[in-house]
Every structure is written in structure tokens, then in C-alpha cells.
């Protein structure tokens, strides 16, 4: 008997059509907070200062932390590939510190009882921007004189890298068999 | 995202709507069908004080026609409207646009007085409404419409001089043969807008346009060449230069926040006695908490929240026997309703044809969406949906799967709908 061909209707699947489905979401753990974040509404900017001390005193909010705060706790991750030479990623803190540089990015985590209250909390953070020039376009940003994103890169590009395995009609001239 | 917290109000008469609304000074907020509104309030780009709720007042919905009129209660749900067969006949430019209304869980509670009143840039009913040469009943008298210029900011201009106006009933004179058009452009069959046209020739002629602009808005050299004998649509789009003055303006005006407002502190329980699958539920909640997390908080979490905005459906749920969106109704707004969530139509085993086929068909992956179509799908067969793809792929296109890429769940629809026996309308 061949397996091809054969339906193979899942066990598992009979529960997550009942509605009996255990998700992230669905899960309540003891002391178990939920987090809002504020967010960067500028694709690149200099955060000038963060102030929340009006979020810290909000109803059922248990901690509230910006780049700062958090940075002794949780290191920096470094997107990058070893075995691609040459490859470069800046440094991506858990939350912005000192420069946001992509539109969305989190610049300050608030924990509370509720997810309610915590986006009420989130909405007393205030943050000063001083904005800077974005790249918003690829192909503008390998262009010589287009800002820096990264001051610690050599440049906006992250990654060059060319395969090259001889012309397509050699390799179908070659081949066993075309359809 | 949750709503700013805000108090609520649901008064049983006309007259005692609009005494609340006095005493409130303009911090209160209709809350008519609540599908633009609540989103927008999970935003967070309007955050009222306080929430009067139309739903429960009598007199306000129904639709009648007569002397060639068609009256609306302003309360009348887009559903309802759809359904009406007579007045579907006889405005057919009403009914082809509000097949671009969201979609069916939205048409289920969304109401014309509400999108008259919101004036939406996207919205298709303020423009149908100018090009039907719609009347507003007020109770100081009627008044024709002309150019919708309250946009959401004007209304909450007027709002806070004390004005009000009252519209118990939309009245539309009932067309004759008179050619028209309706076309809208969106991304997805019921999405928002990004370009609409509302046409009708004939004498007077009308050519609207919305989506573009902050507010609907006539076509006056369109109208004159229209009236001058021109080829109908091409004479509209001749008179439309996107980037001239006459009908300019950034697609989503972001007039939504310029009423943002911050809402003091409005944390007071409410209570409400509800059915849930058929077993009465007490729950003292507060009026901003949505009906799909009170269902969830009861340990229901069949139930899912995906966009939190109503446009993914994996929040379906069914109250008082109509497809809604869970995140789209207040917990508060479903007193003294019945809701079935998929637990519950899993346990009557009135879904068990679908979940078989569903199965059996592979028609879910991970499940998230799964129940929001199967109830989905349940009601397009209850209506007495056909197997035709078309139709079933309409019917199920307010929910979203990232999963499956639908031809398995559209499989499992079509088999259970074809199969004999099954229910027919």
C-alpha cells in the first residue's frame, strides 16, 4: 500500500474544531501580567527623554521600563549569519536606547493586571523625539551620501552576496532529460 | 487594543436619550451599530466620555415604502436592508453598494443612521445617499440632503455647540428608470474604500465620489456633461483629476484624530444577565469590555482575538441567531441577548457536518480561524447557501486564513451544502 495518495485526516485536529484549542492568548498563569508597549512613531529619530512617571502610578500597572532601565537585563541581539563573510546588523535592543530606528519600534514596555490597563497606562508615557532623516527606499539607501543608520556600520547594506553557476542553457544542454 | 475607559447609557426612549445627551454637554457619543465606532475606539483615536446606546429603542428601525418613498428607520441594520426584496427592487443602486458594506457579521449590526451620521470619508452611504437625493426626517422637519460636509470632525464640532439633530428615518424617493452606477475599488471585497463613484443620470443628474476626499463629494463638471448627454462613467471619470483641486485630498484624512479626547477614569461595573450557549450568564463588567472577551473570560476561549478591529472574523460569534464580530459588540450591548460561541454549536451538534468535512478535507492548519468559519459557514447554509465557490468564497471573505489558502475550507463548504438532505431555505 502507498502512503501517496492516502488521506491522512489528523487526530489532533477533531479539538481545534471544537473550539477546544489551547493558544498563546488562552493561557492564564499565576501572577501572569500583560504588556503594552509605546511605540516609535518616527521611521528614525533621537529619543531626547522618556518620562513615566504618570504611567508608573496608573490603576493595576505592576512595572513600567524604557530602553534604559531594561538595558543592564537584557542584552542586545545581533542578527548575522557567521557563515556569510562579510554580513553586518547593528546591535537590536529589547527596547530603543537613545535612537529608534524603524517606525514601530518599542521604546517602553508597560506591565500590568490587564491588557486594558496597561494600553491606559501606556497612553500617560510621554516621549520627546527630535527626528531625523529616514531611508525609506532600498535602493535610495545604497546610494552614496544617503544618511547612516547604523554610525557603527560601514554602511546601510546588510548583505552582498552573488551566486553565479554558469548560464541557464548550458545547465538545460546538460541536462538528462528536458520536458 | 483595548477602548479608554468610558460610561455608558442605554436608554429606553427617545426622549430620554436625548435629555442624557443634553445632560452630557457633548462628551457623550451615539453608539448606533457601533461598527465604526467601537473600532475606532480600540484605536484609540476617539475616546468619548460616555456611550449613549439607540439599540434598544423602539420605532427607530423598519422599512416601509409608500407614494414612492422609501423610509427608513435610521436605526435599520445594512442586513435588513439587503434582505428587504422591495427595496432592494426599487433603489438597486442602495443595494449593490451595501454588497460593499464590510461584510455580513458587520452588515448584521452596522446601521444607516450611523454612517449617515459618521460621514466616513470611505463610506459608500453618504454618497448613495447624495446621489438618491435622499431626505432626512428631522423632528424639526425635512430637509434634502446637499453635500455631505459634515465630516467626523464637523459633527463633533456642532456636537459641542449644543446642536442636535434628529434623525428618526431616512426617506428616499424610490427610482424609476433612470440609468446609474456604483463602482468602489478596494483591496478586498468589503475593505475600506481607497475609491468610489454613486452615478445617476437622467434629469438631475448626480455623480458622487468617495474615498478620496474627506467626505463625499459631487461632480459638478461630471454632472454637467452627464446632463449634456455624455457616455455616463466616462463622463465621470473625464472630470476627475486626482490631483487638481476638485477631488483631492489624503485617501484616510485623519480626521478621526483630531476628536481624540482623554476620557477620565470610567471603571464602573455594570451589570448584565445574558444567555451563553444556552446557560444564563450574570457578569458585572465594564461597558468597554468587548463580548468576545467577557465569552473568553468565562473560560469560552473558542473564541479568538486577531485584529481586535473586525476585519479578520476569528472573533465570530453568533447572538441572537446573527453572524457578529465578537470585537465589534460591547459585552454590555449583548443584555439580555443569546450568544452561541462554536462550544456551544459543537455541543448541539448543529456544526457537525461542517467539522466532519473540515476534517476530512484538511480545510485548517493550526485552527485559529477554524471557528469563526465554521460558524460563518454554518449561517451562509442556514440562509440557504448553495455550493457554487463564488458564492461560498463571498460568503466566508470576512474571514481571514493564513494557513490553508482556503481551497480546503471552500472543499469542505461545498461538499456539506451539496450533500442531500441538506437544509434548504
Given at each position: 500500500?502507498?502512503?501517496?495518495?492516502?488521506?491522512?485526516?489528523?487526530?489532533?485536529?477533531?479539538?481545534?474544531?471544537?473550539?477546544?484549542?489551547?493558544?498563546?492568548?488562552?493561557?492564564?498563569?499565576?501572577?501572569?501580567?500583560?504588556?503594552?508597549?509605546?511605540?516609535?512613531?518616527?521611521?528614525?529619530?533621537?529619543?531626547?527623554?522618556?518620562?513615566?512617571?504618570?504611567?508608573?502610578?496608573?490603576?493595576?500597572?505592576?512595572?513600567?521600563?524604557?530602553?534604559?532601565?531594561?538595558?543592564?537585563?537584557?542584552?542586545?541581539?545581533?542578527?548575522v549569519l557567521t557563515h556569510?563573510?562579510?554580513?553586518?546588523?547593528?546591535?537590536?535592543?529589547?527596547?530603543?536606547?537613545?535612537?529608534?530606528?524603524?517606525?514601530?519600534?518599542?521604546?517602553?514596555?508597560?506591565?500590568?493586571?490587564?491588557?486594558?490597563?496597561?494600553?491606559?497606562?501606556?497612553?500617560?508615557?510621554?516621549?520627546?523625539?527630535?527626528?531625523?532623516?529616514?531611508?525609506?527606499?532600498?535602493?535610495?539607501a545604497l546610494e552614496p551620501g544617503s544618511p547612516l543608520i547604523h554610525p557603527d556600520l560601514r554602511s546601510n547594506l546588510c548583505l552582498d552576496r552573488r551566486i553565479d553557476a554558469g548560464p541557464v542553457d548550458d545547465g538545460f544542454a546538460r541536462a538528462r532529460r528536458r520536458w | 487594543m483595548k477602548p479608554a475607559p468610558f460610561a455608558y447609557h442605554r436608554p429606553q426612549t427617545l426622549a430620554e436619550a436625548l435629555s442624557l445627551w443634553s445632560d452630557a454637554g457633548g462628551e457623550a457619543v451615539w453608539l448606533a451599530g457601533g461598527q465604526s465606532l467601537i473600532p475606532a475606539m480600540a484605536m484609540r483615536l476617539n475616546q468619548p466620555e460616555a456611550l449613549i446606546d439607540l439599540g434598544r429603542i423602539d420605532g427607530l428601525r423598519g422599512i416601509a415604502i409608500d407614494g414612492g418613498v422609501a423610509r427608513i428607520g435610521a436605526m435599520t441594520a445594512y442586513a435588513d436592508m439587503l434582505a428587504d426584496r422591495a427595496l432592494c427592487a426599487g433603489l438597486p443602486m442602495l443595494a449593490r453598494a451595501l454588497t460593499h458594506v464590510a461584510h455580513l457579521a458587520i452588515r448584521n449590526r452596522g446601521t444607516i443612521g450611523g454612517s449617515l451620521a459618521l460621514s466616513d470619508p470611505a463610506a459608500e452611504m453618504p454618497a448613495v445617499m447624495l446621489a438618491l437625493m435622499m431626505r432626512r426626517s428631522l423632528s424639526k422637519g425635512r430637509r434634502p440632503a446637499r453635500d455631505c460636509r459634515r465630516g467626523l470632525h464637523d459633527r463633533h464640532v456642532r456636537n459641542r455647540a449644543g446642536t442636535?439633530?434628529?434623525?428618526?428615518?431616512?426617506?428616499?424617493?424610490?427610482?424609476?428608470?433612470?440609468?446609474?452606477?456604483?463602482?468602489?475599488?478596494?483591496?478586498?471585497?468589503?475593505?475600506?474604500?481607497?475609491?468610489?463613484?454613486?452615478?445617476?443620470?437622467?434629469?438631475?443628474?448626480?455623480?458622487?465620489?468617495?474615498?478620496?476626499?474627506?467626505?463625499?463629494?459631487?461632480?459638478?463638471?461630471?454632472?454637467?456633461?452627464?446632463?449634456?448627454?455624455?457616455?455616463?462613467?466616462?463622463?465621470?471619470?473625464?472630470?476627475?483629476?486626482?490631483?487638481?483641486?476638485?477631488?483631492?485630498?489624503?485617501?484616510?484624512?485623519?480626521?478621526?484624530?483630531?476628536?481624540?479626547?482623554?476620557?477620565?477614569?470610567?471603571?464602573?461595573?455594570?451589570?448584565?444577565?445574558?444567555?451563553?450557549?444556552?446557560?444564563?450568564?450574570?457578569?458585572?463588567?465594564?461597558?468597554?469590555?468587548?463580548?468576545?472577551?467577557?465569552?473568553?473570560?468565562?473560560?469560552?476561549?473558542?473564541?479568538?482575538?486577531?485584529?481586535?478591529?473586525?476585519?479578520?472574523?476569528?472573533?465570530t460569534v453568533v447572538l441572537d441567531g446573527r453572524i457578529v464580530r465578537g470585537c465589534l459588540t460591547l459585552a454590555v450591548q449583548a443584555d439580555g441577548c443569546a450568544v452561541e460561541?462554536?462550544?456551544?454549536?459543537?455541543?448541539?451538534?448543529?456544526?457537525?457536518?461542517?467539522?466532519?468535512?473540515?476534517?476530512?478535507?484538511?480545510?485548517?492548519?493550526?485552527?485559529?480561524?477554524?471557528?469563526?468559519?465554521?460558524?460563518?459557514?454554518?449561517?451562509?447554509?442556514?440562509?440557504?447557501?448553495?455550493?457554487?465557490?463564488?458564492?461560498?468564497?463571498?460568503?466566508?471573505?470576512?474571514?481571514?486564513c493564513r494557513c490553508t489558502g482556503y481551497q480546503a475550507i471552500v472543499d469542505a463548504v461545498a461538499e456539506v451544502a451539496a450533500a442531500p438532505g441538506a437544509p434548504k431555505v
Open positions: 500500500m502507498s502512503w501517496i495518495g492516502t488521506p491522512l485526516p489528523r487526530p489532533n485536529a477533531r479539538r481545534l474544531l471544537m473550539g477546544k484549542g489551547r493558544y498563546v492568548d488562552d493561557k492564564v498563569l499565576p501572577r501572569m501580567v500583560h504588556a503594552a508597549f509605546v511605540r516609535s512613531p518616527h521611521a528614525h529619530a533621537r529619543i531626547l527623554s522618556v518620562d513615566c512617571t504618570a504611567a508608573r502610578a496608573a490603576a493595576g500597572v505592576v512595572a513600567v521600563w524604557d530602553g534604559a532601565e531594561i538595558a543592564p537585563a537584557v542584552e542586545p541581539f545581533v542578527g556569510l563573510a562579510g554580513m553586518q546588523s547593528a546591535p537590536q535592543p529589547a527596547l530603543a536606547h537613545g535612537v529608534t530606528h524603524w517606525q514601530g519600534e518599542p521604546v517602553v514596555i508597560v506591565l500590568a493586571e490587564s491588557r486594558a490597563l496597561a494600553e491606559d497606562a501606556a497612553a500617560l508615557v510621554e516621549v520627546d523625539y527630535d527626528p531625523l532623516d529616514p531611508v525609506t527606499d532600498p535602493f535610495a | 442636535r439633530r434628529d434623525h428618526h428615518r431616512i426617506d428616499i424617493p424610490v427610482q424609476d428608470a433612470r440609468p446609474w452606477d456604483f463602482r468602489e475599488i478596494a483591496r478586498r471585497q468589503g475593505d475600506y474604500a481607497l475609491a468610489g463613484l454613486a452615478l445617476r443620470g437622467g434629469a438631475d443628474p448626480r455623480v458622487v465620489w468617495f474615498g478620496l476626499s474627506t467626505h463625499a463629494q459631487r461632480d459638478g463638471a461630471a454632472e454637467a456633461a452627464l446632463a449634456a448627454g455624455q457616455d455616463a462613467v466616462a463622463a465621470a471619470l473625464q472630470g476627475i483629476d486626482v490631483m487638481g483641486d476638485n477631488v483631492t485630498g489624503p485617501r484616510r484624512a485623519p480626521i478621526w484624530r483630531a476628536c481624540c479626547c482623554r476620557a477620565r477614569s470610567r471603571r464602573c461595573g455594570m451589570k448584565i444577565e445574558l444567555t451563553v450557549n444556552g446557560d444564563p450568564v450574570q457578569a458585572e463588567v465594564e461597558p468597554r469590555l468587548h463580548l468576545a472577551d467577557l465569552l473568553r473570560g468565562l473560560g469560552l476561549t473558542g473564541t479568538h482575538l486577531g485584529c481586535e478591529h473586525g476585519v479578520c472574523g476569528a472573533c460561541t462554536v462550544e456551544g454549536a459543537t455541543q448541539t451538534g448543529r456544526i457537525a457536518a461542517l467539522q466532519d468535512a473540515f476534517h476530512r478535507r484538511n480545510a485548517l492548519q493550526c485552527g485559529f480561524c477554524t471557528g469563526g468559519m465554521l460558524l460563518t459557514a454554518a449561517d451562509y447554509l442556514d440562509r440557504g447557501g448553495s455550493a457554487d465557490r463564488a458564492a461560498i468564497r463571498e460568503a466566508l471573505s470576512g474571514n481571514y
